[in-house]
């Protein structure tokens, strides 16, 4: 062997044993590697939620005159189980009417009946606490309530579809960024079918119960919701 092809080896195995490589590292290099790696995971999903629009549906929020706000002290805790629905229009359960949101965007009505936004805090009995990694992936994969195959499907607005398509590491990682969140307790009701929704809250049928009528009612309650004075 030539000198110096002599020197570039002994260098490299020089280098080698001096990596701060997990493989060639001690305990503590490989816990704190690891340690790193799952912290990644935690900020990539909380990252994938944010711009997800997960907060949209499944945070309560707090109504204030701009407009409904996320409420961060109840982050994702879903639909507040506490909260009275507002009257329902019977339309709103038939196709080819308008559908209908409740007023901070986590109940929603339509041909399906009433379904609201999931609790996804780690909460054992009235959230994600007791799903694994897996049952997550699979409910969003095949679209059926807690990943069961022959389960009922999950319902509208849960655009789960489109969540379907995200890379494994990804949903793995909201997985972990929810698993991290405090768990809330709130017991979201199971979805109602078109049929029961009377049970459940006053539903209405006639229209002068359900608008708000002529075009200036609709204006005083923009004014009043915007306070602004604008003419219609
Ligand atoms: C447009 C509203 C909306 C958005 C946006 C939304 N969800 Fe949902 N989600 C819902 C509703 C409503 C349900 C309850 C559906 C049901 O009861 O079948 C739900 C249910 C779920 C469930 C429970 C599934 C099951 O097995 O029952 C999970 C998990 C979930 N959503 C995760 C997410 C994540 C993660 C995001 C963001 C990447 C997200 N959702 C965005 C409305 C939404």
């Not at 007791?130 to 679209?143: M, P, Q, S």
């Not at 119960?209 to 306070?227: F, K």
Request: with cysteine; proline share 9%; charged share 20%.
């Amino acid at each position: 062997m030539k000198k110096e092809t002599l020197f570039a080896v002994v260098s490299l195995l020089f280098v080698a044993c001096n990596t701060h490589s997990p493989s060639a590292g001690n305990k503590e290099d490989i816990d704190q590697y690891h340690d790193k790696q799952a912290e990644n995971m935690v900020l990539r999903g909380h990252y994938l939620v944010i711009v997800g629009g997960c907060n949209d549906c499944h945070s309560p929020k707090k109504l204030t005159p701009q407009g409904p706000v996320v409420d961060s002290e109840r982050l994702l805790s879903g639909h507040p189980a506490t909260v009275p629905l507002p009257s329902l229009h019977v339309d709103a359960l038939t196709p080819g009417h308008w559908m209908l949101m409740g007023p901070d965007l986590t109940a929603y009505a339509g041909p399906w009946g009433i379904s609201y936004a999931a609790n996804l805090t780690p909460d054992s009995s009235t959230g994600i606490g007791v799903w694994t990694e897996d049952v997550f992936v699979k409910a969003i994969r095949t679209g059926k309530h807690l990943g069961v195959d022959n389960g009922r499907s999950i319902l509208p607005p849960m655009p789960w579809e489109e969540i379907a398509q995200w890379k494994d590491n990804d949903l793995r990682a909201v997985y972990r960024y929810l698993r991290s969140l405090p768990p809330i307790r709130n017991q979201v009701p199971a979805p109602v079918s078109p049929q029961d929704a009377a049970k459940y809250t006053k539903v209405i049928s006639t229209s002068s119960e359900a608008m708000p009528g002529p075009a200036h009612r609709i204006a005083s309650n923009l004014n009043r919701l915007t306070g602004s004075h604008q003419k219609m």
